[in-house]
Structure formats: structure tokens, C-alpha cells
């Protein structure tokens, strides 16, 4: 028997548990399905795991280095996977289990565990744990993405590694390759090279981090390489096959260099591929382009108006907070009739590597891309005396500015306390201040954000 609601929602990621509660507290009936883990790629196997490793690398690095500091320790500096492991579950499942606990305890939310299938544009076939035909009068997606698996010679010969799979290692691999010089490679490059493994980062593209700055990449590849990471640029994986001795052999298309690169373990890191292949959209009539996404208007509706898709299966985002702030668009206007629209938010993101990069709005590229009159400020972390004071003062800080409506273009912090600083930037940008505003502010001593009146009050034209 069909069961009946106000709404569904598939997937319970970054928009989707918040949503059903937002629609659940206004008195609609709501479905939520959820195939897997409750919170999704962030809580289980993305951002939370990652940020909780890399507390345990970044201690490691710390230890090893402390001479720097004037404090010595005896002996080797060793790191138990199981124990970071142990450490990173009890953090993963808390929130985890905190999701499910407040979909399963908010009135008007029903919770299947299942997968979901379309079979018409209102109904869909939940098959799992729970197996029930749901109809709802509006149904929003937020399904995700998985880690990309491309078609290259002789992958399914190789363990080979993913995000979720390397995730759980319970040993420190010997020699990690890690193809892919994307947000994914870097962050896990960085944090098995401090776990103690050799590292190779295998990139096709000239650059790391290709949609930074050059001057980010730059510093990203000195950042690298003094840390003995292993890099081949310009290098395309065309191919895997199992070592003569073990391990894997990773064949590589360069002009310079070895043509095969050979470890222990590899990662592939090479992109996302959105979970709508099984969910039947040709029955909703929802419309896919040629990669899986489901392209959505200004509102978040697909082609189908009472089918929504939030988070990174939309391709307008590809963060926990633009997933989020899906969310925050389609309740408000849903709910409260707000206007509010996707195109009204900034972009802002964050590399986890040590240091950090983070960057809001529009890169010095793009500015120089737009052919606005321009200006530009750059100090480097040398400049911020409370990086000196940590004895971390790797990077640099960058603000553009619209040489003739004073507004803020963009910014980047690549520096120790870089991901928090940059919120200084963010709110003006949101608050559409002149950068003046910033040049007049008076930031606390001693903090990373004290440099960035000073970096506002001397700017020069961006050539
Ligand atoms: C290793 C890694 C590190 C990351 N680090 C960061 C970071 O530091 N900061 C950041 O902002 N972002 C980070 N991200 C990205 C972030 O995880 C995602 O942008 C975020 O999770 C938003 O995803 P989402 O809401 O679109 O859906 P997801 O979180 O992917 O959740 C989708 C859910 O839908 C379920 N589902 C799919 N299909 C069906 C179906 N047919 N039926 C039922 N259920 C279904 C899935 O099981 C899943 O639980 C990281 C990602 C990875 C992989
Ligand atoms: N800090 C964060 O916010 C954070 C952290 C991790 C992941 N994420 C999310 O995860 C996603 C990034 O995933 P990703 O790093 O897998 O993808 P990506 O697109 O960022 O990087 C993939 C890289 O792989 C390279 N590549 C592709 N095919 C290759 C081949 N055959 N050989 C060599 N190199 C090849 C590409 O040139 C690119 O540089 C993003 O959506 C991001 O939002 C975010």
C-alpha cells in the first residue's frame, strides 16, 4: 500500500536531515530515506573523519619538528592507526548518530533506511532495510557524490584505494601513490606523509589545486616538497597494474620522468561522480546533463518544479556549507516565503593542508579575467607576528578590491589560522562594505587577522 506524505526527502547529507525537520516543525508530513550511514559523505567519510586524521597527523608533525620549539623528546615519534582510528569513529559516530537520533525523535518525520527509486514523478519504491512504496507531493534530493573510478587499463586488477577505503587503514602504508592533485589528494598526500608513509602525488595538470592562484600553487609545491612529498606533474594515470614485488604499479603518460611510479598503496583521488544513476530519474522526468548532475534553477528546482535537488548532486556547490545553505534557500522560501536565491552566495572554500588555504570570492585570475580596474594587496605570513610567534609563518595573505567601487573582489589567506581569519573578508563581502571599512577596522593583538587592515590600507593597481 502506498504511504502517503507532504514530502520527501532523499538522502540525509548536508541539507537533507535539516530540511525535514525545518518542514517536519511546520507541520508538513515528511518522508526522509537514507541508504547508508545518516549525515552522509561529510560525517562518515569526508570532512569530519578527514579534519579528526588530520588533528593526529598535524600532532605528529608537531612532535618530530618540536626541536624547533626548544622542547626535545626520546625516541622515535610512531603513530597507531588503530588508535587514530578509534579516535576518528568515536567522533564520527557521535555526530552520526546525533542526525539519526533527531530525524527518529521530530514529530511528523518518518525514517526509511533503503535505497529510493522513482517509479513515477510523485512516488518512489524505498527497498532495503525498509521496503515501502512512498508518494509525496514535493520530493528534494540530496544524494551526493562518490568517488570517481575512471575507466583506466588494469584498475580492477589493483586493490586501489578511495577516500572511504583508505579512511580505515589500520596501518601506515609504505609508499601511498595518490593520483589526483585535487582537495582530496592534497589533504590525504599531506596527512600520510606526517602518518610516516612515503608519498607520491601522481597530477596530470602542470598545477596542484588547479583552481587556485598560480602564487597558491606555487607555495602549495614548496609546502610539498619540503615535507618530502613526492610529486609528478604533468603526469596522466593511464594505467594500473599489480608490482613485480607487491603493491601496485601506477604507468603514468609524461614527457619527463619514469613512466610507471611503484608503491605500496594507491588513492584515487580524480573527481566525483553524483549518485542519480539509480534513482530513476527518467521515470521523474528529471533531467541529467552529461556527467549525472541535475542542473537546478535559482531556487533549486530541477526541470521537474516540485523536484528539488540540494548539496553537491546539483553541481552548484561542492562543500558541506553549500549544501547547507541549499537548505537555508528552499526552507526560507518555502516556509517562510523568503526570495532567497543560489546566486546570492559567495564562494568560499578551504584546503585543509598545513597550513591552510582559504579563499573567498573572486581568485586574482578571475579578477584579471573580468577586466575591471583592480587592486591588489599581498603580505606574506613573515609580516604576521602572531604566525612568527608559533613559529608558522609559511604562506601569504591576498586581497582584491574593485579599484573604482572600493567593494571587495576576493581573498586569500594561505597561512597558519588562515581558515578562520578569512571570515573577516567573508562578512564584509556579504555586508558589501568598501574595503576602506576593513582599512579602518581595528583587528585584536596579537591574531593572524591584524595584518589584514594593513594589507586594505596598501593596496596598488593589479597589472
Ligand atoms: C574526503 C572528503 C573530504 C571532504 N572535506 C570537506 C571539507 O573539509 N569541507 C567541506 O565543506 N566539504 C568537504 N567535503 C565535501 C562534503 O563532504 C560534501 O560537499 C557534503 O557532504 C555535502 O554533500 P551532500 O549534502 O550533497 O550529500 P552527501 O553528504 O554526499 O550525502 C548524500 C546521502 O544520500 C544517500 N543516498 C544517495 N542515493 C540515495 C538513494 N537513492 N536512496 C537513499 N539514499 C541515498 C547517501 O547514502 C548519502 O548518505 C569532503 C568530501 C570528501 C569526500
Ligand atoms: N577542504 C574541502 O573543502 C574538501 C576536502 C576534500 C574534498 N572536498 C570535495 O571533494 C571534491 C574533490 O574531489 P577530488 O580531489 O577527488 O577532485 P578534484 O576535481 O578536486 O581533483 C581531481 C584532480 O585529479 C586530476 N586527475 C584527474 N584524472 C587524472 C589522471 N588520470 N591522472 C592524474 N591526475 C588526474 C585532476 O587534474 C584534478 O587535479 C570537491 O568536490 C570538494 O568540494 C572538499
Not at 569530519?48 to 600532532?59: D, Y
Not at 555526530?95 to 525523535?105: A, D, V, Y
Amino acid at each position: 500500500m502506498t504511504q502517503r506524505f507532504d514530502d520527501i526527502v532523499v538522502g540525509s547529507g548536508q541539507a537533507g536531515p535539516f530540511l525535514a525537520v525545518r518542514l517536519a516543525n511546520a507541520g508538513r508530513r515528511v518522508a526522509i530515506v537514507e541508504r547508508k550511514f545518516f549525515g552522509g559523505t561529510c560525517v562518515n567519510v569526508g570532512c569530519t573523519p578527514t579534519k579528526t586524521m588530520i588533528a593526529s597527523a598535524e600532532t605528529a608533525h608537531r612532535v618530530r619538528e618540536s626541536v624547533r620549539w626548544g622542547v626535545h623528546h626520546a625516541g622515535e615519534v610512531t603513530v597507531s592507526m588503530p588508535e587514530v582510528q578509534l579516535r576518528t569513529q568515536k567522533v564520527v559516530m557521535s555526530s552520526r548518530n546525533g542526525i539519526e537520533k533527531m530525524l527518529r525523535s521530530t514529530p511528523n518525520i518518518t525514517v526509511f533506511k533503503g535505497t529510493a527509486h522513482f517509479t513515477s514523478p510523485t512516488t518512489l519504491n524505498v527497498k532495503g532495510e525498509d521496503t515501502a512504496e512512498i508518494e509525496g507531493e514535493r520530493i528534494f534530493l540530496n544524494v551526493g557524490t562518490r568517488a570517481a573510478v575512471p575507466d583506466l587499463k588494469g584498475v580492477h586488477d589493483v586493490p586501489f584505494l578511495t577516500n572511504t577505503t583508505l579512511l580505515a587503514m589500520q596501518e601506515v602504508p609504505d609508499h601511498l601513490v595518490v593520483v589526483g592533485g585535487g582537495y582530496i589528494g592534497l589533504e590525504f598526500a599531506q596527512m600520510f606523509r606526517r602518518f610516516g608513509s612515503k608519498v607520491t602525488v601522481v597530477e596530470m595538470g602542470p598545477r596542484l589545486a588547479a583552481h587556485e592562484d598560480p602564487d597558491v600553487t606555487d607555495a602549495l609545491i614548496e609546502l610539498f616538497t619540503q615535507e618530502d612529498i613526492g610529486l609528478r606533474l604533468n603526469a596522466e594515470c593511464i594505467a594500473m597494474a599489480p608490482g613485480a614485488k607487491g603493491g601496485v604499479q601506477v604507468h603514468v603518460n609524461c614527457n619527463e620522468g619514469e613512466p610507471a611510479v611503484q608503491g605500496s598503496h594507491v588513492l584515487l583521488a580524480v573527481g566525483r561522480t553524483p549518485n542519480t544513476q539509480d534513482l530513476g530519474l527518467e521515470a521523474a522526468g528529471v533531467i541529467v546533463d552529461d556527467r549525472g548532475y541535475t542542473p537546478v534553477n535559482d531556487e533549486l528546482q530541477t526541470n521537474v518544479p516540485h523536484i528539488y535537488a540540494l548539496g553537491d548532486c546539483n553541481k552548484r556547490g561542492a562543500f558541506t556549507h553549500t549544501s547547507y545553505n541549499d537548505f537555508e534557500i528552499v526552507a526560507d522560501n518555502l516556509i517562510d516565503g523568503a526570495k532567497r536565491r543560489v546566486t546570492d552566495r559567495i564562494q568560499a572554500h578551504a584546503l585543509y593542508t598545513d597550513p591552510p588555504v582559504a579563499q573567498v570570492g573572486m581568485t586574482e585570475v578571475e579578477v584579471k579575467k573580468s577586466g575591471r580596474n583592480a587592486l591588489v594587496g599581498r603580505r606574506a605570513m613573515t609580516r604576521v607576528g602572531r604566525a612568527v610567534e608559533k613559529g608558522e609563518s609559511f604562506g601569504f595573505m591576498k586581497i582584491l578590491a574593485d579599484a573604482d567601487s572600493k567593494e571587495i573582489l576576493g581573498a586569500t589567506i594561505f597561512g597558519v589560522g588562515g581558515d578562520e581569519a578569512i571570515h573577516a573578508i567573508v562578512d564584509l563581502m556579504y555586508a558589501k562594505a568598501p574595503y576602506t571599512t576593513l582599512q579602518h577596522a581595528v583587528h585584536i593583538h596579537p591574531t593572524v587577522a591584524e595584518l589584514l587592515p594593513t594589507v586594505a590600507g596598501d593596496l596598488k593597481p593589479l597589472t
